[in-house]
């Protein structure tokens, strides 16, 4: 198979979709990897070190997506992207379709085969391909939370541990899953309170036996949001319900009570957002301040450690890229389900239950296309 690695061209988002170490597993395999000049060059990952494991450089991205039968790319397609796919051509890479009415409906028109990263499933529960990014945005809404909430960035001017003789900040994570327990292992070791709210009666108790009195672990209600949100400095919000849009957990009004240059980090905001208040926000311009609340939101938050995330990334995606190209989309989707609960859209089919649901397509089951 002909794999294509554009350039990324999302505001400052550095990552890419294959390392050289990715590209060799290909081309060691028989296919053909086409990477853009320089697609790796803001991390360190030079055109040489493709060359050297067998990639073929091209000058632009119209010529990757004219050739290549695979896209494999880090963050979801932008509207010049989306143009120029193809029916037939695959489209591997994150998505995040349900907040997104614009891109669904390009993918649609295209015909390609768009299958998410984050909504491939694993053996053993989960979402592994969106795990690596959701421990890396986790433990970033810390050192972003922190550093807003310095008085020169708009905040109230706290130090999160405190010093003697000082209180710490509180610091509030709503859910428990992957973003929220790695935002918790940075929380606890800045010397902070931490109060960490899921509904998972079992998942807070496995906290508690870890982390003991250094947390407060809460169900979470709307009542216990409430009363933590409103005593918080520092607010994390991690909840995930996989492809679908996040729930709203935060109202417009309860931000309007909380401290003035508090501040919210919106994890969820790749998939909408879990504050009524949230929009999305670049690295050129993280912030925005509602009713005196500083919200960073950025949508692609590991890109600002794009060494790091494009790494950790390939360790998850490299052995389905594998898959997809030694086999075809088809029979790599019939022989394991796990990466069929990837495929978002194909042939101009909507083929996952949540996207369908929350932006109004008809359901095709992704079985359907296998025959």
Same mark, same amino acid.
């Given at each position: ?17 294959? $390392?050289?170490?990715? #590209? ?9 990897? !086409?990477?853009?000049?320089?697609? %790796? ?17 091209? /000058? ?11 896209? @494999?790319? #880090? ?9 120029? !796919? ?6 591997? $890479?994150?998505? =995040? ?40 945005? &986790? ?32 610091? @509030?994570?709503? %859910?428990?899953?992957? #973003? ?9 070791? $800045? ?34 949001? /409430? /009363? ?8 994390? &919000? ?7 849009? *996040? ?13 003035? &240059?508090?501040?919210? #980090? ?14 999305? $926000?670049?690295?050129? /311009? ?41 086999? &075809?989309?088809?029979? *790599?989707?019939?022989?394991?389900? =796990? ?5 978002? @859209?194909?042939?101009?089919? @909507? ?5 369908? =649901?929350? !932006? ?12």
């Amino acid at each position: 198979m002909i794999v294509g690695v554009p350039k990324e061209i999302k505001n400052h988002e550095y990552r890419v979709g294959m $390392t050289p170490s990715s #590209v060799r597993e290909l081309t060691s395999r028989g296919h053909k990897v !086409l990477v853009q000049k320089n697609a %790796g060059g803001e991390i360190g990952l030079s055109d040489e070190q493709y060359v050297a494991v067998g990639a073929e450089l091209v /000058e632009t991205a119209k010529e990757i997506f004219e050739r290549a039968e695979m896209i @494999v790319k #880090v963050k979801e397609p932008q509207a010049i992207e989306c143009a120029m !796919l193809r029916p037939g051509q695959i489209l591997y $890479t994150y998505l =995040h379709l349900a907040p997104d009415p614009e891109q669904t409906a390009a993918l649609v028109k295209s015909g390609a085969i768009c299958i998410a990263y984050e909504t491939i499933t694993g053996a053993n529960g989960g979402l592994p391909l969106l795990a690596p990014m959701s421990e890396v945005a &986790g433990r970033m809404s810390i050192q972003a939370g922190a550093a807003h909430l310095e008085k020169s960035k708009g905040g109230m001017g706290l130090l999160l541990g405190g010093v003697p003789g000082v209180a710490p900040a509180h610091i @509030v994570i709503i %859910g428990a899953g992957v #973003v929220g327990t790695n935002a918790m292992q940075m929380a606890v070791g $800045t010397g902070a309170r931490v109060t960490v709210l899921d509904k998972s009666i079992d998942r807070l108790r496995q906290l508690d036996l870890v982390y003991g009195n250094r947390i407060s672990t809460v169900y979470s209600n709307a009542q216990s949001i /409430e /009363e933590a949100v409103l005593s918080a400095d520092l607010v994390i &919000g991690g909840v995930l319900v996989p492809g679908a849009a *996040a729930p709203k957990l935060v109202s417009r009004s309860l931000i309007s009570r909380m401290k003035k &240059g508090a501040v919210v #980090v919106d994890v969820a905001i790749d998939q909408g957002g879990c504050f009524e208040t949230s929009h999305a $926000t670049t690295h050129a /311009e993280p912030t925005y301040v509602v009713d005196g609340v500083i919200h960073y939101c950025v949508a692609n938050m590991p890109g600002a450690v794009a060494r790091t995330s494009t790494f950790a990334l390939n360790n998850a995606t490299v052995g389905h890229a594998i898959a997809l190209a030694s086999k &075809g989309w088809k029979q *790599a989707l019939r022989d394991d389900i =796990h990466l069929r609960n990837g495929l978002n @859209v194909c042939e101009g089919k @909507v083929t996952y239950a949540a996207v369908a =649901h929350d !932006l109004g397509y008809p359901y095709v089951a992704a079985e359907s296309l296998l025959s």
